[in-house]
């Protein structure tokens, strides 16, 4: 495998972003990938320093790409970058002029933690043309519910999200609301894959989602960890289960 450190000019945000790639140094032309995505605390170096995600990926043959996503929570913000055009646009076009990986959507998936687990349902959700698969890992799956139970809180972390995300959440970010469409529209949509910890603090947002695909009829996985948090132990266990999981 090959660790790549890569730094390029974003059009889309006006400034010079960094991405982390794991790549197979054989396969041909056509190298399936993943592009794996940061929580809100992190930055793309995460998921190679605090997992064995190479070794997964060359068991595999797979290719990884790791973006930088800020706390941006993969979205055009109201007030700030547009990431979601970034990480859904020109990010993709950028790795495959660069390396060897495929443009098939069925050699193409997504997955991510907490806020990257958001990101990564938006992608499959909103875009799933371009997606076989899609996983979240303890992802922030319901973002209107958690902004309005921050604000009732007073938790500090509400302002920010109305940065990003305005007042009320616009329907283009809102999971639930993506569903919905995506249910009553009747298209293809990629696999759903998702987890999370009983003891994480974004236990009953999985719930409830889970629930609301239940209904809506969409077909998911969603497996639920007794006694399990927001911490990396997990999420290095439930990358492995996520990867033999996707077609590969």
């Known amino acids: ?19 982390n790639a794991v ?21 793309h170096t995460i998921w190679h320093r605090r997992t064995s995600i190479e070794r997964y990926a060359e068991a595999r043959g797979l290719a990884v790409i790791m973006p930088a996503g800020n706390r941006s929570f993969y979205t055009d913000m109201v007030t700030g970058p547009r990431y979601w055009t970034y990480i859904s646009e020109e990010l993709p076009a950028i790795c495959r002029k660069l390396f060897r990986i495929s443009h ?13 687990g958001y990101g990564a349902f938006k992608l499959g959700l909103r875009t799933p043309g371009n997606f076989a698969a899609v996983a979240s890992l303890s992802g922030g799956v ?7 139970r921050f604000r009732e809180q007073g ?6 999200f109305d940065r990003m995300f305005g007042d009320p ?3 283009e970010d809102d999971l ?16 759903l894959w998702m987890c999370c910890g009983s003891n994480d603090f974004l236990i009953d947002f999985n719930r409830s989602f889970d629930k609301h695909l239940t209904t809506l009829g969409l077909e998911h996985v969603y497996i639920e960890t007794p006694g399990r948090g927001h911490e990396w132990g997990y999420w290095d266990e439930m990358i492995v289960k996520a990867l033999d999981w996707l077609p590969l």
């Open 23 to 43: 790549l197979p140094e054989t396969g041909g032309d056509d190298i399936t990938v993943l592009y794996l995505l940061h929580g809100l605390s992190d930055d």
């Open 104 to 116: 098939k959507r069925d050699r193409t998936f997504a997955a991510g933690l907490s806020m990257g």
């Open 169 to 171: 959440l616009r329907p």
């Open 176 to 191: 639930p609301a993506l569903a919905r469409a995506a249910a009553a529209s009747g298209g293809g949509l990629p696999k």
């Open 1 to 19: 495998m090959a660790f790549l450190q890569t730094a390029v000019y974003s059009h889309s945000l006006q400034l010079q972003v960094a991405f």
């Open 142 to 148: 319901d973002m209107a519910a958690a902004v309005k």
């Open 155 to 160: 938790n500090p972390l509400a302002p920010e």
